[in-house]
């Protein structure tokens, strides 16, 4: 079945010193417009080369990625991006940060169209007092915000998220995904988040993609997650399946945790087999 956005047969291979490295094969999943699906897996199996492959900023060497019936060819305006640090113009203020992607995709709007523009959606993440503040002198919850603010105020078709919450306190995590969750809710844009926390893929996602471990890393499992929206956390927090859900997830983890284990030291006795010395071929 076609979707809003399609990822057909995606694959990446890096040319490294030793050959060729199949990090991502056969990645296949298609989205509803307005889905949240969240990409989990462990750390190094390939979520960010997903993820930037579909924003146009890594180059993809099989399959595509498909957006609102046009394929990808680079990025682009049509998909927001939002990393774990926002890195913004720290001498710029609040509004000249967001305001630098809105002038280049707007060019044709009146300046105060623009700034009206770039005020409601700081507004939205509760900057509306900060506007004229450097970014500087901005907390990293509130740089967040305004990076949040960025990606949204340029009207994406979709947003892609690199653990966007990773690197803020869990009252500020809380506060931003229930923000996040807010504006989606109204601008009904299709999100792909990468997340290392079981809890907020349960809490934000309509889908959790499981991702199996590298080389070759592809679609392990999806689960549909079923709580109702607007999502309120003690509601879903109270849900009678939620616990079932998050064994689920962490169930999955640990089998490729096992996987993993097991690959490693496959890896380390035909090595061993070889005669070569592991500490050696690290260092050469
Ligand atoms: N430019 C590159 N050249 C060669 N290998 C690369 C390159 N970029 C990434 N890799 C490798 O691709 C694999 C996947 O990396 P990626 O950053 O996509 O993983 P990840 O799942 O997002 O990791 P994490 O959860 O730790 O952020 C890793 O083994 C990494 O070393």
């Avoid at 930037?52 to 399959?63: K, N, S």
């Avoid at 990808?72 to 001498?91: A, E, K, T």
């Avoid at 450097?134 to 990076?147: F, I, K």
């Avoid at 960025?150 to 809380?174: I, N, Q, V, Y």
Wanted: aromatic share 6%; net charge negative; glycine share 8%.
């Amino acid at each position: 079945m076609a979707g809003y956005v399609e990822m057909f047969r995606l694959g990446k291979t890096y040319d490294t010193l030793s050959g060729p490295a199949v990090i991502v094969e056969d990645f296949n999943l298609n989205m509803k417009q307005g889905e949240y699906a969240s990409l989990l897996g462990h750390s190094g199996c390939g979520k960010s080369t997903v993820l930037m492959m579909v924003a146009g900023l890594c180059e993809i060497t099989d399959g595509g990625v498909v957006v609102a019936n046009h394929e990808i060819d680079g990025p682009g305006p049509d998909r927001g991006i939002v990393f774990q640090s926002p890195c913004l113009m720290p001498w710029m203020t609040a509004m000249e940060n967001v305001l630098l992607g809105v002038d280049q995709v707007y060019p044709h709007v009146t300046k105060k169209q623009r700034h009206d523009l770039s005020a409601y959606y700081l507004s939205l993440v509760g900057l509306g007092n900060q506007l004229r503040t450097r970014a500087s002198d901005l907390s990293q919850g509130m740089q967040q915000r305004v990076g949040i603010a960025r990606a949204f105020a340029l009207k994406p078709k979709m947003l892609l998220l690199d653990e966007p919450f990773g690197m803020l306190d869990s009252l500020t995590r809380m506060e931003l995904q229930e923000i996040l969750l807010e504006i989606l809710m109204r601008d009904k844009v299709t999100t792909m988040m990468i997340t290392h926390d079981v809890d907020e893929a349960l809490f934000m996602s309509d889908r959790v993609v499981m991702m199996t471990n590298g080389p070759c890393a592809t679609v392990g499992a999806i689960f549909d997650i079923p709580f109702n929206r607007p999502r309120v956390r003690t509601e879903v927090l109270e849900h009678p399946e939620y616990y079932d859900y998050r064994e689920k997830l962490l169930c999955f983890l640990a089998d490729q945790d096992h996987k993993k284990l097991k690959q490693d030291v496959a890896q380390h006795e035909a090595k061993k087999a070889e005669g070569i010395n592991e500490e050696d071929s690290v260092c050469a």
